[in-house]
């Protein structure tokens, strides 16, 4: 890209307010440079604005400075990457007119490797312990098993997030709604600094610039689209990390869903989401099954195994076909395991071996230990 380009990009970040759907539908129509031009000379209005925004957006244009936020930027350790670059990750086009004008960036990796196997991981700024717990625990699991963990950065389940996935020594990414240089909140300026050396701060806002609420909005839609998928593990019915999914369903990527109690307000809007076309998810085999590649399935789901698993078939058949209570002799247990006698008679010898059995006189009864064993097996009533 040629420094002229750049340097328009760069400019439109100070008038067009992340993802304005107008002004990129202008971009795509008449081209970074043309659409600076009209603003620089200040004529009329392109299409789908009044005379009044028209005038706030030369206004704008006019008290943009490009080189100087390139070189505060710079000076900062942040690049600017624009659509076209090599590092831009392809997956933000989906985003259409909505599509960022450029991101700025604070890390050494790049952004598009990255961006190639990450998922987002979100949720509610007031969360609960378990909220966090389950929110570290994810994400932790996920770096260990080479995703990229995408979050905002905010306070409570963002939080962490990054820090479970810093923790594990892995790659976290914090998408923020204000310039890079600039953290916020300010109570998380050591957390973002340590994933700016470890990981990637990036946003579309040029340095200096203070996050809004509608910009925390729109700031969720570049998490969704940069993502393979959204994990909501937290979430009341207005939550943001809500827009977040959302979106993400629209883009056609997966979204999933930590339940959570059914009392609990912090999970009524994810457990919303469940009753629509989310998925429910409960630990990191079951993100990376729904996200994977093909073959990156999750373990088999079972119960925990009990000694009695661990018997050879004939020998199960033996075992249940002894009484709950009271004894009963070789030829009674063969018929109800439905095997020949000398066989059950040499299957109750090796369980009285294992303790499961025990003879009285000509019959046999089970020990304290296989009836434990068996109520195990049977699951409670």
Known sequence: MTDEKLLARILLTRVIEPGDEVGGRWVREFGVGGVVRRLQEGGAALPGVSGKRWAGLVARAEAARPRQD??????????????????WPAQLDDLGDARPLGLWVRGRPSLRMWALKSVAVVGARACTEYGAHMAATLAAGLAEQGWVVVSGGAYGVDGAAH??????????????????????????????????????????????????????????????????????????????????????????????????????????????????????????????????DIGELGPDRRGPVLPRDLLEPVARQV????????????????????????????RLYELRALGYVERHGDGWKLTRQAVMSVRDARGPC
Do not use: K, W
């Open 70 to 87: 390139l070189a505060a930027a710079r000076d900062a350790g942040v690049r600017f990457v624009a659509p076209g670059d090599a590092e």
């Open 163 to 292: 820090r479970g996935a810093l923790g594990a020594g892995g790659a976290t990414v914090a998408v923020l709604a204000c310039g890079v240089d600039r953290p916020y909140p300010r109570g998380h300026t050591q957390l973002i600094g340590r994933i700016a050396e470890q990981g990637l701060v990036l946003g579309e806002l040029p340095p200096g610039e203070h996050p809004t609420p509608s910009r925390f909005i729109l700031r969720n839609r570049v998490i969704a689209a940069l993502t393979r998928g959204t994990v909501v593990v937290e979430a009341a019915h207005r939550s943001g990390s809500l827009v977040t999914a959302r979106a993400a369903q629209r883009l056609g990527r997966h979204t999933m869903g930590v339940p959570g109690p059914a009392t609990s307000a912090l999970s009524a809007g994810v457990h919303d989401l469940l009753r629509g076309e989310a998925v429910l998810v409960s630990d990191v085999a079951d993100v990376v099954e729904l996200v994977g």
């Open 319 to 346: 075992l249940d076909a002894l009484p709950g209570r009271g004894t009963a002799g070789p030829g009674e247990i063969a018929r109800a395991a439905q095997t020949a006698p000398d066989d059950a008679l040499a």
